[in-house]
């Protein structure tokens, strides 16, 4: 089975700190995303990642940047966090030659 | 686009009822969607998915049904059980490997 692991599960933050969302995947899958969920909005992109060294934006970008320096883990990070940014965050991965997605269990991120 | 509001659609039904969720998609392009299950604090789950050559697909007690002319996709449930009580999610493949998804339906199963 895929296993796609967020290490933070639940994490409080300070306005202004800066904020790290780890992902791990143990499949070997190329591509890699990072995506936020708001109640009404659904999931919404926010980088994806096709390779190593490799990330593109994705619909909602603005205020965070990301990682990807080995191939089985992609890190979202916030460089100064806002109270918008409170939300639950889900990372993904799926093979190239595959068009199933699978997700991690999810990071709820406070922002106080 | 994005559904943008406070409140998911909700479907409540009876235990052993079918169910049927409805989902409208945006890109005459998209070549392949798929049903998402998510339950409370826990990310989503295939459940099943369908290609655009295809009209129909079933699965264990789930069907998936497309209209490619108006754009809709419906998930299908048989004897829906509690354990169905859930969000589900419908996403459209655009390009790539870039879906986008629905804003979701809550599904309540009544004992």
């Known amino acids: 089975d895929v296993k796609v692991t967020q290490s933070s599960r639940y994490l409080v933050k300070r306005t202004g700190e800066k904020v790290f969302l780890e992902c791990v995947q143990d499949?070997?899958?190329?591509?890699m995303f990072w995506y936020r969920q708001d109640p009404g909005l659904g999931l919404r992109l926010i980088y994806f990642s096709y390779d190593v060294k490799m990330k593109e934006k994705g619909d909602i970008p603005e205020g965070y940047s990301v990682s990807r320096e080995k191939k089985e883990r992609f890190s979202l990070i916030l460089e100064s966090a806002s109270t918008n940014q409170t939300s639950m965050y889900l990372c993904?991965?799926?093979?190239?030659?595959?068009?199933?997605?699978?997700f991690g269990e999810g990071s709820w991120l406070t922002v106080v | 686009g994005e559904s943008v509001g406070l409140h998911l659609p909700t479907l409540s039904v009876q235990e052993g009822d079918n169910s049927i969720i409805n989902c409208a998609y945006s890109n005459s392009a998209s070549d392949y969607f798929i049903w998402y299950k998510q339950e409370s604090g826990k990310g989503p789950q295939f459940i099943i998915d369908i290609r655009s050559n295809m009209d129909k697909r079933q699965g264990q007690r789930v069907t998936v049904l497309l209209n490619k002319t108006v754009k809709h996709l419906s998930l299908q449930i048989a004897a829906t059980q509690p354990g169905d009580s859930a969000v589900y999610f419908c996403?459209?493949?655009?390009?790539?490997?870039?879906?986008?998804f629905g804003a979701g339906t809550i599904l309540r199963v009544k004992s």
């Open positions: 993904a991965t799926v093979q190239n030659s595959g068009n199933t997605i699978y």
């Open positions: 996403a459209e493949n655009t390009y790539g490997n870039k879906l986008v």
């Open positions: 499949m070997d899958h190329e591509n």
